[in-house]
């Protein structure tokens, strides 16, 4: 059975067509966004993996190797069983900085470009077999598809001119699908889908093929038994090649399948989640890998039965055909042009991409301005055609040469010798660049030498120069050769990452690789001010439009303002430029503009931890903790919150001054979000709190009370403490920890406390003012009478009159001390002036002399005339009244109460001494508190001693309570010391 040229182009081509339209319509939207993102839709696209030599070439590899064959699907069905721990991480790098293939990851890991031209070069060959096998499937099948019944196998595979145009025309039409979906640089989800696509079309056609091998065959699996057992060596056939130590080095082949092959790399890690379909992934890919193994050995063996007449590769083909189906052969040959493509395509992506960020823009350089995107894109599309001109090329000089097997082993052994550094990049920060380049020159040279160079020229032995001995070259020994190039790779990569110590930045590349940046959370400086100013530093690299358009991007995906002066976010829009900047041009040109521009500066603290940027991973990473992980997370947050519910309002700083947390009640008494303030610096903030939390952490006091801040809705009374935080480890510096408690309302009750106080005091001298008020008045009145009876007599009348004045004038004096007495003496500190503290004492003592009905004591004021301080004078008389009114009351009959002061420095020190009884040890450490007194019931209110500490803190002062008096068994001495001068005061 054969069929019409024409026809097969008009299938072909309708296919394509169909494939086209699948990849426009995801692309422009037209497809729902919850089918193209499907956990299912990945997967599929993941079939890249099953290429035209999974659809053809592996019945020779199972003709040849037996159950060997599945070493195939085992090797990469076990990284993908275990695709979080072996796949994960790596996808995670990808995504988090941007990394569009193979070689920028290791460029990353191993910060070296030398790393990414070699990687490149590799790649390169080892995808030119891949390459053509593709090309060779599709050319055999459609010659196959067309040759007559009545012409000799061998002009099948000598019409050379038929098979060299078909292939020609395919490879112009995947230049043209490639360049058109995936040359752009955002993520391809028409790529996508239309890989899905294609690997549907192939599952569907293979297990087509093998179902009809077993029902329509063999009648069935019984009879598939009978059959196996009339033609054991059909069994045996599958059983005797595995004895062999070359089927035992296919495992070893194909292991690295799923991490080094370019194609599989840039679909799984660059163009899909991974991180939202690992789970699915590591059974679902299997899965399919399993639903691609059934039908091989169905195909295999049915194609003996109906003695198919071609070479085991195309049994899938020619066992439709043998059967005279033209349904199954047209949906067979579908499925292997599916393969083919989506291979094809992925290849020539990944390939592009690595010589474009490895080879030319290293090499190139680029003209600045808004067509630098332009250029870019214009040189993937060189690229990738460049590269399907190079498999084209490869194909035609091969001249069919070699099977589809031998094809794909020859990239498989070569791809291998990756195996080694990208597994260190996760899981051995020692590894180094030079070992890493040494290890890959050694077993490559040794695949280049021994398989590459004899596939195009034919040679097939190499004598060792001044031996006898021949080295045997050739696919026929690639078991060999597979051994021997691994084994140098791995010793030297090994050796020399073992003797080598790797420079800094590889280190830190490693610590980023081996777990993810919570492994280095180095909090780094950047010398930029402004979101703003990336754009200036940019343009010089990339010119004005495209500096600014990168930016914007950033800031966008960070939702980041162009005023935003955060060192965090900073930080952060830093590292999403050179992410991005890492998927336009490469992970090295990328880290080459930044370190350039906007280089990161060490902190001068030595282990400051970013730990905003721990805190916003561990957010994100949350719900994928387990285990004690997942237990001390919950521990973290648990103490997070108390602190950020605390009533209290609190803020820590890192030892350079950055804020790292701000908690709802800083929130509420400053009026500034967590979320603004988080990450910035003390200086960034608004005024009055920058000067008071940037000159308290600054200053040695670890206690300021009662600090006075004007804010809109009034005065506000702060008072502010302060801890050191001790790093718990060793890469976590020492911090601070502020607490402001607002004492706005104790402000405000003490005064009326103050107030009370001195009602109840002016209560108390009442009585006295009243007595001493009647004398003057009684000899006002006496003065009055007699005054009329001299008014002959103007000396007489004058005389009363001045007497009149001087007793009105003592009334006056008294009342005046009275009620300047009862005044609430509430100045504001700025209004504090120079004040005698010998006439604030001498004045208490004329308003308590005034009380008759107390206790008559004598009291001394020895406080020198030139004792003087910044103060409110109303409130140290209040002190005075306090301290010697309590003192007479505690005080015998005629005692003294002598009030002494000195100037030590700038701090006035006075003392209040009494000769009473005492105060018991029991009571002193109460007596400053409010309404404690050891005075009997409404003799007194408690208040005293307390408004005394009070009015002594305000003005930034130490009271100490000395009994019994030194030298003496009894008495009690009050010692204040008051600074000449505050702090906040100017002079």
């Known amino acids: 059975m054969t069929f019409d040229i024409f026809e097969i182009a008009l299938i072909s081509i309708a296919y394509l067509v169909v494939l086209f339209g699948i990849a426009f319509s995801a692309d422009k939207g037209l497809i729902p966004q919850k089918i193209v993102r499907h956990p299912i839709i990945y997967i599929l696209a993941l079939g890249i993996f099953a290429s035209a030599w999974a659809y053809y070439g592996v019945i020779d590899l199972a003709f040849q190797f037996g159950y060997g064959a599945l070493a195939y699907y085992l090797g990469t069905g076990a990284l993908f069983l275990f695709a979080p721990v072996a796949i994960a991480p790596l996808a995670q790098l990808a995504r988090r900085f941007q990394i569009s293939s193979l070689a920028d990851l290791l460029v990353f890991r191993y910060h070296s470009q030398a790393v990414g031209v070699m990687t490149t070069a590799c790649m390169l060959l080892a995808s030119l077999p891949l390459l053509a096998l ?16 009545s012409e000799p196998l061998p002009a099948l595979l000598s019409n050379w001119s038929f098979r060299e145009v078909m292939a020609l025309a395919y490879c112009i039409v995947l230049v043209i699908f490639t360049i058109l979906f995936g040359s752009n640089r955002e993520n391809h989800p028409g790529l996508i889908v239309a890989m899905a696509f294609e690997t549907l079309v192939k599952v569907i056609a293979f297990c087509a093929i093998g179902l009809f091998a077993v029902y329509g065959v063999f009648g069935g699996m019984d009879g598939l038994d009978q059959w196996l057992f009339d033609y054991p060596e059909n069994l045996e056939l599958l059983h005797s090649p595995i004895k062999d130590s070359s089927s035992h080095t ?34 679902a890919f299997p899965l399919f890998l399993l639903l691609m193994a059934l039908p091989i050995f169905p195909i295999l063996w049915a194609g003996f039965e109906l003695g198919v007449p071609l070479p085991a590769q195309y049994f899938t083909l020619g066992i439709p055909m043998a059967a005279e189906s033209p349904s199954l052969t047209i949906l067979a040959f579908l499925g292997g042009l599916s393969a083919a493509t989506g291979a094809m395509i992925s290849l020539g992506l990944a390939l592009s991409t690595m010589l474009l960020n490895q080879w030319i823009l290293p090499a190139t350089r680029l003209e600045r301005g808004e067509n630098l995107y332009r250029q870019l894109l214009w040189l993937r599309r060189i690229i990738i055609f460049t590269v399907f001109a190079l498999g084209y090329a490869f194909y035609q000089i091969l001249n069919n040469h070699l099977s589809l097997t031998h094809l794909a082993l020859m990239a498989f052994i070569e791809t291998l010798q990756f195996l080694p550094g990208i597994f260190a990049v996760a899981y051995w920060p ?9 290890g890959l020159s050694l077993g490559s040279l040794v695949w280049l030498v021994a398989l590459f160079v004899p596939a195009l020229t034919g040679i097939n032995h190499l004598p060792i120069p001044g031996t006898e001995y021949i080295l045997p070259l050739g696919i026929e020994h690639w078991s060999n050769i597979t051994l021997i190039s691994l084994g140098l790779n791995v010793s030297a990569f090994v050796f020399l990452s073992l003797i080598i110590k790797p420079s800094v930045e590889e280190h830190y590349s490693a610590e980023l690789c081996a777990e993810d940046e919570l492994s280095h959370p180095l909090r780094m400086i950047l010398d930029v001010h402004s979101a703003g100013e990336f754009t200036e530093r940019l343009s010089s690299s990339l010119g004005k439009t495209t500096a600014r358009k990168e930016v914007k991007k950033a800031m966008d995906e960070l939702n980041i303002s162009v005023h935003d002066r955060r060192p965090y976010a900073l930080r952060r829009l830093r590292n999403k430029l050179e992410a991005n900047l ?14 350039r521009n906007i280089h990161y500066h060490l902190p001068e603290a030595k282990g400051t931890a970013d730990i905003n940027l721990i805190e916003s991973r561990l957010t994100q990473y949350r719900s994928h903790l387990t285990g004690l992980a997942a237990e001390l997370n919950n521990l973290r947050l648990y103490h997070r919150n108390t602190l950020e519910e605390l009533p209290m ?10 804020i790292l947390m701000w908690n709802h009640a800083m929130q509420q008494l400053t009026g500034i979000s967590a979320e603004s303030v988080a990450g910035s610096q003390l200086e960034d903030l608004q005024t009055p709190w920058r000067e008071v939390l940037k000159g308290f952490s600054a200053s ?37 920890v502020i607490l402001l408690e607002d004492m706005t309302e104790t402000q405000l009750l003490e005064q009326e406390l103050v107030h009370s106080e001195r009602l109840a005091s002016v209560g108390r001298l009442a009585a006295g003012v009243a007595h001493e008020i009647g004398n003057p008045i009684t000899g006002i009145a006496c003065l009055a009478q007699n005054l009329k009876y001299e008014t002959d007599d103007p000396e007489a009348a004058l005389e009363t009159a001045e007497q009149i004045l001087s007793q009105t004038n003592r009334v006056s004096r008294i009342v005046q001390s009275l009620v300047s007495f009862s005044h609430t003496g509430q100045q ?18 004329q308003l308590l002399s005034l009380q008759k009905e107390k206790t008559q004591v004598q009291f001394t004021n020895l406080l020198p005339d030139d004792l003087n301080l910044r103060a409110d004078s109303q409130r140290l008389i209040q002190v005075f009244i306090n301290l010697l009114s309590n003192a007479r009351d505690a005080s015998p009959q005629d005692s003294e109460i002598r009030i002494e002061g000195e100037l030590q420095g700038d701090v006035v020190i006075f003392t209040v001494t009494d000769e009473g009884s005492g105060i018991p040890p029991e009571h002193q450490a109460r007596v400053l508190e409010p309404f404690f007194t050891s005075k009997e019931p409404g003799e007194g209110t408690g208040l005293g001693l307390a408004m005394v500490y009070s009015i002594v803190e305000e003005h930034e002062g130490q009271l100490e309570l000395i009994s019994p008096v030194p030298g003496q068994l009894n008495g009690t001495q009050i010692r204040i010391k008051l600074p000449r001068q505050l702090e906040t005061q100017g002079e």
């Open 649 to 658: 309002a609190a803020c820590s700083l890192g030892q350079d001054m950055e």
């Open 828 to 845: 504001e500190k700025a209004e504090f002036m120079d004040v005698s503290l010998r006439d604030c004492a001498e004045e208490a003592i």
């Open 582 to 595: 890492s998927g336009l041009m490469g992970t090295a040109m990328a880290a080459d503009i930044l370190n």
């Open 250 to 283: 296919l495992l070893l082949v194909f292991l690295a399948t799923a991490v080094a092959m370019p194609h599989i790399f840039h679909m799984s890690v660059v163009e899909s989640p991974l991180h939202q379909t690992t789970s699915t992934l590591s059974w």
């Open 430 to 438: 020692t590894a180094n660049s030079r070992g890493f380049l040494t």
């Open 700 to 736: 040695p006091i670890l206690h300021l009370h009662k600090q006075q801040l004007n804010l809109d809705d009034g005065p506000h009374w702060i008072s502010l403490h302060k801890a050191t935080i001790a790093g718990p480890v060793a890469n976590i510096a020492d911090g601070q």
């Open 134 to 149: 593709q090309i060779q499937a599709i050319a055999d099948t459609l010659q196959i598809l067309t040759f007559r019944n």
